[in-house]
């Protein structure tokens, strides 16, 4: 059984940074971030695959880097230059393909909090 925890939210200011990580237990593939505020629908963040490969959201371009360390079974997201548009619940999320994580990942963690203040 697949099961991803987050944690690593959290109340900043305006322009400070975060560090998001999910652990990934039972699982060695690809491995998304997604958001969802407040009367908003999940949006895509992140996603970082087997090999490495990564891909971003324009919204956090530039802002946001996403890692992974195979042999703790952890990926971070580094968010730097926060702002309160990303405020938000921040959930990692997992599926068999690469396409699936950016869209439809089958498993969820809970989600952790980020919250920031201008």
């Known amino acids: 059984q697949v099961q991803l925890v987050e944690s690593g939210g959290g109340l900043v200011q305006t322009g400070g940074s975060l560090r998001l990580s999910c652990a990934a237990t039972?699982?060695?593939?690809?491995v998304g971030w997604f958001r969802q505020a407040p009367g908003k629908e999940r949006e895509f963040v992140s996603v970082i695959g087997y090999s490495g490969r990564t891909a971003y959201a324009d919204s956090v371009k530039g802002r946001f880097s996403i890692s992974r360390v195979f042999a703790k079974n952890m990926v971070y997201l580094q968010m730097n230059n926060l702002n309160p548009e990303d405020t938000a619940v921040y959930y990692c999320?997992?599926?068999?393909?690469?396409?699936?994580?950016?869209?439809?990942?089958?498993?969820w963690g809970q989600g952790t909090q980020v919250t920031v203040s201008s």
């Open positions: 999320a997992a599926a068999a393909t690469y396409n699936a994580c950016t869209a439809e990942p089958k498993y």
């Open positions: 039972r699982w060695n593939g690809c």
